[in-house]
């Protein structure tokens, strides 16, 4: 403050040169500003015209001028500077404008050409000649296009034809074109090759589409060769990744045999992949040469096991007990003798050709050489109320591993959880100790009832009031499922199931009741049939084996067998002390040798295993 003749006057202090800075920054900054805007502004002004120009142009036919203004902008646009770092979205956006508006109006003339056997006026050719290579390379690549679609055959070749016919003089394509004019009879020479190759790469059979693609490759040159080589590309790119998920699923089952004809392919069409390399010299390591085998099959059956001898015989001894079930230490003994007697598990399926459901055709046994068929049947594996009072298993469960075990109450009372104490469980243990033990990862059949439940859990309300009779037959309280926990258990027996089959196993029916079929009016078998297949048959999906309960079985020219035939059951196991199969009309028949109490007491095993070498010394009764 200053004062002057009494007045204070105020007076700004001198600013500093930093504040002279900014300032001088701040109108730079607003200058380039303006700079930027004015030449912003003149540029969409001149683009503003670009588009409104080239359309009249068009529209007056005057197709050099439209050409020019098109190439004048594709030209800005290739030629720019490297250095130019200048926005060109404005041009890129009219070019494609432009594009557009000729494309609408080739696709125009191209349809009516296809559809309507259309011939184009002088002014469509003006048009299509006069744009030169904006048309050109839309109608080559329609042409080649078209081609592709006759090779695939949702083009006819007259139609083809007419279209070639009319374009293919036009002085912008002749020179692309009629080269592919000249193909279409070797084209259509390769059709049903290539289609074959399609279909097969469209079902994801890709191992016989890669043939196919070879094989057409191989005897054409040309358009058809380079399709063929592109999708044969494709068909390798897209295999590559599901066809090393199913490699490695059937080297974790044991399915060497398979894994190796998989992998020997895959070799073959990847060679430079060495995990396909290591994932083979895996599968050859655990295979065998294989033959033919004429011979008996051994067919041997068990109901579930017995897991804690000391309930069964000490502390809740039941004579049927001892009398029907064996221990899971005799089942131990005798899959350790057999696998040392050179006995091999397959798949009785595996032996009839069920393609036809009108007659069955007998199929060879192939094994490895120096091995001998044999089929385990686990029968009746449903789990009734009353086996858990007797050391048995009362439900399948899986355990943290994903593994499949059986559940029981032990003699301290205790719920007991393992692989060890039921026969899938131990079958399952003993092939991954010794996969030879099986031909290509095959367990196991599994027959079910249903009338109680299905592997331990009521699945349907049906099911409830024989649950409850076996519970209280056992002396066990009866239970009261709400339709939720029904369908958990329906969920939880699906899980069960598609665990079971995905490792080997093979699903069966008991009948529904465990009825003795023979001895019972066809009525009986047909309301057995259909609660079995709507109770058991909508978890297990179709399945072809029907093990009669007691060996009761039905003739095959029976009207009651013709109906279980016709219901999809086409291989049948009776009952009897020797190997024996037969092929008869429409199905295969097998006698299978029954492992219980009193046929290790009473039967002679002695080809299999003699009686002392695994009989358990907890029965009460002695060999």
Same mark, same amino acid.
């Given at each position: 403050?200053? *004062?002057?003749?009494?007045?204070?006057?105020?007076?700004?202090?001198?600013?500093?040169?930093?504040?002279?800075?900014?300032?001088?920054?701040?109108?730079?900054?607003?200058?380039?500003?303006?700079?930027?805007?004015?030449?912003? =502004?003149?540029?969409?002004?001149?683009?503003?015209?670009?588009?409104?120009?080239?359309?009249?142009?068009?529209?007056?036919?005057?197709?050099?001028?439209?050409?020019?203004?098109?190439?004048?902008?594709?030209?800005?646009?290739?030629?720019?500077?490297?250095?130019?770092?200048?926005?060109?979205?404005?041009?890129?956006?009219?070019?494609?404008?432009?594009?557009?508006?000729?494309?609408?109006?080739?696709?125009? !003339? #191209?349809?009516? /050409?296809?559809?309507?056997?259309?011939?184009?006026?002088?002014?469509?050719?003006?048009?299509?000649?006069?744009?030169?290579?904006?048309?050109?390379?839309?109608?080559?690549?329609?042409? %080649?296009?078209?081609?592709?679609?006759?090779?695939?055959?949702?083009? *006819?070749?007259? %139609?083809?034809?007419?279209?070639?016919?009319?374009? #293919?003089?036009?002085?912008?394509?002749?020179?692309?074109?009629?080269?592919?004019?000249? #193909?279409?009879?070797?084209?259509?020479?390769?059709?049903?090759?290539?289609?074959?190759?399609?279909?097969?790469?469209?079902?994801? #059979?890709?191992?016989?589409?890669?043939?196919?693609?070879?094989?057409?490759?191989?005897?054409?040159?040309?358009?058809?060769?380079? @399709?063929?080589?592109?999708?044969?590309?494709?068909?390798?790119? *897209?295999?590559?990744?599901?066809?090393?998920? !199913?490699?490695?699923?059937?080297?974790?089952?044991?399915?060497?045999?398979?894994?190796?004809?998989?992998?020997?392919?895959?070799?073959?069409?990847?060679?430079?992949?060495?995990?396909?390399?290591?994932?083979?010299?895996?599968?050859?390591?655990?295979?065998?040469?294989?033959?033919?085998?004429?011979?008996?099959? *051994?067919?041997?059956?068990?109901?579930?096991?017995?897991?804690?001898?000391?309930?069964?015989?000490?502390?809740?001894?039941?004579? =049927?007990?001892?009398?029907?079930?064996?221990?899971?230490?005799? @089942?131990? +003994?005798?899959?350790?003798?057999?696998?040392?007697?050179?006995?091999?598990?397959?798949?009785? %399926?595996?032996?009839?050709?069920?393609?036809? $459901?009108?007659?069955?055709?007998?199929?060879?046994?192939?094994?490895?050489?120096?091995?001998?068929?044999?089929?385990?049947?686990?029968?009746?594996?449903?789990?009734?109320?009353?086996?858990? &009072?007797?050391?048995?298993?009362?439900?399948?469960?899986?355990?943290?591993?994903?593994?499949?075990?059986?559940?029981? !109450?032990?003699?301290?009372?205790?719920?007991?959880? =393992?692989?060890?104490?039921?026969?899938?469980?131990?079958?399952?243990?003993?092939?991954?100790?010794?996969?030879? @033990?099986?031909?290509?990862?095959?367990?196991?059949?599994?027959?079910?009832?249903?009338?109680?439940?299905?592997?331990?859990?009521?699945?349907?309300?049906?099911?409830?009031?024989?649950?409850?009779?076996?519970?209280?037959?056992?002396?066990?309280?009866?239970?009261?499922?709400?339709?939720?926990?029904?369908? $958990?258990?329906?969920?939880?027996?699906?899980?069960?199931?598609?665990?079971?089959?995905?490792?080997?196993?093979?699903? +069966?029916? =008991?009948?529904?009741?465990?009825?003795?079929?023979?001895?019972?009016?066809?009525?009986?078998?047909?309301?057995?049939?259909?609660?079995?297949?709507?109770?058991?048959?909508?978890?297990?999906?179709?399945?072809? /084996?029907?093990?009669?309960?007691?060996?009761?079985?039905?003739?095959?020219?029976?009207?009651?067998?013709?109906?279980?035939?016709? &219901?999809?059951?086409?291989?049948?196991?009776?009952?009897?002390?020797?190997?024996?199969?037969?092929?008869?009309?429409?199905?295969?028949?097998?006698?299978?040798?029954?492992?219980?109490?009193?046929?290790?007491?009473?039967?002679?095993?002695?080809?299999?295993?003699?009686?002392?070498?695994?009989?358990?010394?907890?029965?009460? &009764?002695?060999?």
């Amino acid at each position: 403050m200053m *004062e002057f003749g009494g007045h204070s006057v105020s007076v700004d202090k001198p600013r500093s040169i930093g504040t002279w800075v900014l300032i001088g920054i701040g109108i730079t900054c607003l200058l380039a500003m303006f700079v930027v805007m004015v030449f912003v =502004s003149k540029d969409t002004r001149r683009l503003a015209g670009v588009m409104p120009g080239f359309n009249q142009a068009l529209d007056k036919r005057d197709y050099d001028t439209a050409l020019s203004m098109y190439r004048d902008l594709n030209d800005t646009i290739i030629n720019r500077d490297p250095g130019d770092n200048s926005d060109l979205t404005g041009e890129y956006e009219i070019l494609t404008q432009m594009e557009a508006k000729v494309n609408e109006r080739v696709t125009q !003339i #191209e349809e009516k /050409i296809r559809y309507e056997r259309y011939t184009p006026t002088n002014d469509d050719i003006a048009f299509l000649e006069g744009l030169s290579e904006l048309t050109g390379a839309r109608m080559t690549n329609w042409l %080649t296009g078209l081609c592709e679609e006759f090779l695939l055959g949702t083009i *006819e070749k007259p %139609t083809l034809m007419f279209i070639f016919e009319k374009l #293919e003089n036009l002085s912008n394509i002749t020179a692309a074109v009629r080269p592919l004019r000249a #193909e279409i009879d070797q084209i259509e020479l390769s059709r049903g090759d290539v289609q074959s190759a399609e279909a097969l790469f469209t079902n994801e #059979e890709y191992i016989d589409a890669v043939k196919y693609y070879e094989y057409v490759i191989e005897n054409s040159e040309g358009f058809v060769n380079e @399709f063929a080589q592109k999708r044969l590309e494709d068909c390798k790119t *897209e295999m590559y990744q599901p066809m090393m998920k !199913i490699a490695d699923h059937m080297l974790s089952n044991f399915q060497y045999y398979s894994a190796e004809t998989l992998l020997s392919d895959l070799a073959r069409i990847f060679p430079e992949d060495q995990i396909i390399q290591s994932n083979l010299f895996m599968a050859t390591s655990n295979t065998s040469p294989v033959g033919t085998y004429k011979g008996s099959v *051994e067919v041997l059956c068990v109901k579930p096991l017995i897991a804690d001898t000391k309930v069964a015989f000490e502390d809740n001894y039941v004579s =049927s007990t001892d009398a029907y079930y064996i221990t899971t230490s005799e @089942f131990r +003994a005798i899959l350790d003798i057999l696998y040392k007697k050179g006995y091999c598990l397959i798949d009785p %399926t595996s032996m009839a050709d069920l393609e036809n $459901t009108g007659f069955i055709n007998a199929k060879e046994i192939t094994l490895p050489e120096g091995k001998k068929p044999l089929v385990i049947i686990l029968e009746d594996f449903s789990y009734t109320a009353s086996r858990g &009072k007797v050391g048995m298993c009362q439900r399948l469960v899986q355990n943290d591993m994903g593994q499949i075990c059986g559940e029981y !109450i032990s003699s301290n009372g205790q719920t007991v959880v =393992s692989r060890n104490c039921e026969a899938i469980g131990i079958l399952d243990a003993f092939i991954e100790e010794h996969p030879d @033990f099986s031909y290509n990862g095959v367990k196991g059949v599994i027959s079910m009832t249903g009338y109680q439940s299905v592997l331990g859990y009521v699945t349907d309300v049906d099911q409830l009031d024989d649950r409850n009779k076996g519970l209280e037959s056992a002396g066990l309280p009866s239970i009261d499922l709400t339709d939720k926990e029904i369908e $958990t258990n329906r969920s939880t027996v699906l899980a069960l199931i598609d665990k079971l089959k995905d490792s080997g196993w093979i699903m +069966a029916s =008991s009948t529904y009741g465990f009825i003795n079929a023979n001895h019972v009016e066809q009525a009986t078998i047909q309301n057995d049939t259909e609660k079995w297949l709507d109770q058991v048959g909508s978890l297990t999906g179709p399945v072809s /084996i029907l093990v009669y309960p007691n060996g009761d079985f039905i003739r095959g020219s029976d009207p009651r067998c013709v109906y279980l035939k016709d &219901k999809g059951f086409r291989i049948f196991f009776g009952v009897g002390p020797t190997p024996y199969y037969t092929y008869g009309d429409n199905y295969l028949y097998f006698d299978r040798c029954m492992l219980t109490g009193d046929t290790l007491r009473n039967v002679d095993y002695s080809r299999l295993f003699k009686k002392e070498e695994v009989y358990d010394a907890a029965r009460k &009764k002695s060999a």
